[in-house]
Nanobody, 123 residues
């Protein structure tokens, strides 16, 4: 059974930082990529960070320079370091897994999703 479990969300003041983690189990980690998304109330789920087809890490323009994607050496955990947080970053943050060779950023590419972790940034 595949499980993705996010943690690290919470309430933070504007300008603060949080580090999200997503631990996966039940996957063949060498054949899946894990990326980050978020969904704010009343908005569509949006891609934030993950590995592109070129092999580098792509970021949404809204978080570029503030958020950093990383991956544990074992491959079963990914992280999202979030700095200089803004009230507009308030959302539920999800990690998702897709098989290698599928198109990144496109929601339909992702086979598995975590339950999400709430991030609230106060002004």
């Amino acid at each position: 059974q595949v499980q993705l479990v996010e943690s690290g969300g919470g309430l933070v003041q504007a300008g603060g930082s949080l580090r999200l983690s997503c631990a996966a189990s039940g996957l063949t980690f060498s054949t899946f990529d894990m990326d980050w998304f978020r969904q704010a109330p009343g908005k569509e789920r949006e891609f934030l960070a993950g590995r592109s087809w070129r092999g580098n890490i792509d970021y949404a323009e809204s978080v570029k320079g503030r958020f950093t994607f990383s991956k544990a050496n074992a491959g079963n955990t990914v992280f999202l370091q979030m700095n200089s947080l803004k009230p507009e970053d308030t959302a539920v943050y999800y990690c998702a897994a897709r098989q290698w060779g599928t198109q990144p950023m496109v929601i339909s590419s992702y086979n598995y999703w975590g339950q999400g972790t709430q991030v609230t940034v106060s002004s």
